[in-house]
């Protein structure tokens, strides 16, 4: 994808909805579905439109060692494994586990405004939206605080390897190394969880037990690798497109000030008008059609998620942000089975994030107008946001 269209795909996703809104991008390969309703109804038949089309993406022929997140639900289409999954997991993304781990989240964002107003002039992706979600998931798997700062490495390693070509050979490289090391250090961390329990995720899904069954270890590897890195790399970019959008309309950010109960409606416009994750891959699992075009089974489609939430179709006017919209249904986090196990606790952190920022800070400027954007876009965002922070 050229650099011009990863800085703002909307047009060209605009473009695929009015003229061809299942199209075929990569001849001979991927197809690109652009419209809501196709991307809703396939996310909703998982038989027909199996996730596994996500391991092509994780995992490519070429990459020369396998991805562990290839075993974590999100690439499991059995209803019965994955619900057994899901259902153990699910325990620690409950109502309960996040209340206990509010207070946390509040208390890292206090200490993270107090160090972004002090210097006024920050990259708020590196000062702010990323030390929080990796302080919260240090936290979760109990995991050093000295090892924070490596999590962005990592997840950037393993998401990049969705891009590449077979000839890329530094960047598949460093995939091979970094999964080494994931493995290695994950691996010893469980080992030293089942001998001395502790008080974290880690230790509570090893002990779980859902009709009599516990998660393996390569169950347990699979998901610690996809909340290490699905779980950050969305909650980062969710932070950084909301100070990105809030220094673009300080109207916006003057309402918030003033009624903080409007920064869940907030949250749920950024997630419509800029989605962390812009595309999951799917698989036709047999011969089917979509929006009139046959795919023949083997196709491997590109839900454009990012481009469904501005469909025209379900969403008037929807490349302008407005925080008084009603909008469509939000699948900026999937649907059905396959629904992020993580969308309340991303949604807490950007939550408690505002309501601890918003009452201390009058401003928010953009310091430069070029933007750098991360080579995926399946998750996308900045790589860096220059910002002045101006205090109340």
Same mark, same amino acid.
């Given at each position: ?5 990863? #800085? ?23 197809? %690109? ?8 109804? #396939? ?25 562990? +997140?290839?075993?974590?639900?999100? @690439? ?16 620690? @993304?409950?109502?309960?586990? /996040? ?32 030390? /929080?979600? %990796? ?15 490596r999590f962005k490495q ?46 974290? +995720? ?40 909301? #100070? ?9 950010? %003057?309402?918030?000030r003033a009624d903080r ?43 454009? /998620? ?14 302008? @942000? ?8 939000? +699948? ?61």
């Amino acid at each position: 994808m050229s650099p011009e269209i990863r #800085a703002n795909p909307y047009p060209f996703y605009a473009e695929l909805r009015r003229d061809s809104p299942v199209a075929q991008v990569d001849p001979g390969g991927l197809w %690109a579905v652009s419209r809501y309703e196709d991307i809703l109804g #396939a996310l909703k038949n998982p038989k027909l439109f199996s996730s596994a089309g996500l391991r092509l993406a994780a995992e490519p022929p070429w990459a020369g060692r396998p991805n562990p +997140m290839s075993a974590s639900i999100i @690439f499991m289409d059995d209803p019965k494994q994955h619900g057994r999954l899901r259902g153990l997991i699910n325990r620690a @993304f409950g109502p309960t586990a /996040l209340a206990r781990l509010e207070p946390r989240i509040r208390a890292v964002a206090e200490e993270l405004t107090t160090r972004v107003l002090s210097r006024r002039q920050v990259d708020f992706v590196e000062d702010f939206a990323l030390p /929080l979600p %990796a302080s919260v998931i240090g936290t979760l798997m109990g995991l050093e605080p000295e090892l924070y700062p490596r999590f962005k490495q990592w997840s950037d390693d393993i998401v990049a390897v969705s891009v590449t070509q077979p000839g890329d050979t530094e960047l598949l490289a460093q995939y091979r190394r970094t999964v080494d090391e994931m493995e290695q250090y994950l691996s010893e961390v469980i080992a030293r969880r089942r001998k001395t329990p502790g008080d974290d +995720m880690v230790s509570d899904l090893l002990s779980s037990r859902i009709e009599g069954e516990a998660l393996t270890d390569k169950d347990l590897m699979g998901f610690l690798f996809l909340l290490l890195v699905a779980g950050l790399e969305t909650t980062v970019h969710l932070l950084g497109n909301s #100070a990105r959008l809030l220094a673009e309309h300080p109207d916006v950010l %003057a309402r918030l000030r003033a009624d903080r109960a409007l920064i869940p409606a907030f949250l749920e416009e950024v997630l419509r008008f800029e989605p962390p994750v812009h595309s999951t891959m799917r698989l036709c699992t047999e011969d089917t059609t979509l929006a009139g075009v046959s795919l023949p089974r083997g196709s491997v489609l590109a839900l454009l /998620l990012a481009s469904g939430l501005r469909d025209e179709r379900y969403c008037a006017d929807g490349d302008r @942000f407005s925080l008084d919209r009603k909008g469509p249904h939000n +699948m900026a986090f999937g649907h059905g089975m396959h629904f992020c196990l993580g969308a309340a606790l991303a949604r807490m952190e950007g939550r408690v994030a505002l309501e601890v920022l918003l009452p201390q800070c009058s401003a928010l400027a953009r310091r430069s107008e070029a933007l750098e954007w991360n080579l995926s876009m399946t998750v996308r965002g900045v790589r860096a946001l220059p910002l002045e922070v101006r205090p109340a």
